[in-house]
């Protein structure tokens, strides 16, 4: 199984990225998919998550109305769109997938990628 997440880079506070996370190895359409950022010198923290079918999303309080997740299944591929981006936002982001599952949890999550990094300067 490998998640490889791809998409981050270095920008300037109001402007927008689009992560992705390409899957393989799994069968995407029976995981939840989740997107984890870790700062420097801080914990890992859940950011969005969204439902093996589509059908639900969650997201942290710190993200809600600026970022959007979503996938594709047939591209076994997921996505985090970042908008309005702060420069509180810079982190590694890291893309997760769990069997029949998804959550706000670290736990829940059997499979990570190896993280982007996004910085967003002021």
């Known amino acids: 199984v490998q998640l490889q997440a791809s998409g981050g880079g270095s920008v300037q506070a109001g402007d927008s990225l689009r992560l992705s996370c390409a899957a393989s190895?799994?069968?995407?359409?029976?995981?939840?998919m989740g997107w984890f950022r870790q700062a420097p010198g801080k914990e890992r923290e859940f950011v969005a998550a969204i439902s093996w079918d589509d059908a639900s999303t969650s997201y942290a309080d710190s993200v809600k109305g600026r970022f959007t997740i979503s996938r594709d299944n047939a591209k076994n591929t997921g996505y985090l769109q970042m908008n309005t981006l702060k420069p509180e936002d810079t982190a590694v982001y890291y893309c997760?997938?769990?069997?029949?599952?998804?959550?706000?949890?670290?736990?829940?999550?059997?499979?990570w990628g190896q993280g982007t990094l996004v910085t967003v300067s002021s």
């Open positions: 997760a997938a769990a069997n029949w599952a998804y959550s706000n949890s670290y736990y829940t999550y059997n499979y």
């Open positions: 190895g799994l069968t995407f359409s029976s995981y939840g």
